[in-house]
């Protein structure tokens, strides 16, 4: 696969609340010790890599799934051109580049960079 699905996350209001409980539900080991108090999941080497946190001041709670391109910002000309539109333009941070964008229906779908 070209553009590999290579990460999830689930946030909402309570971060440490969604971490306990997918933890506890699952047997996942969550390690929040990063600036961003961000639930990294230790897969253990198997599936995907996932995250379990807060939503951004305001937001709401939501699943996301991020796809792997080589580069964010045409991925984001080629998306809108498609009748997408961008959400949350080319970000970087110290853990991750990426962006969001919401396809013809509404939903919103990651982009991450050299994963």
Known sequence: MSNPV??????GKDGSKL????GDLFGWKISTDNPMN?????NGGEGING???EAPEGGSGHVTFY?????IN?????????GGRTV???????M????????PEGNVVGLVEGY
């Not at 045409?74 to 498609?82: D, P, S, Y």
């Not at 949350?88 to 941070?93: I, N, Q, R, S, V």
Request: net charge negative; no cysteine.
């Open 6 to 11: 290579v990460h999830f996350e689930v946030v």
């Open 19 to 22: 971490q306990k409980f997918y």
């Open 38 to 42: 961000y639930g990294i999941v230790d």
């Open 51 to 53: 995250g379990v946190g």
């Open 67 to 71: 796809i792997q391109v080589p580069d």
């Open 74 to 82: 045409q991925h984001l000309g080629t998306i809108e051109q498609a």
């Open 88 to 94: 949350l333009p080319h970000t970087e941070t110290d």
């Open 96 to 103: 991750v580049t990426f962006a969001l964008f919401a396809d």
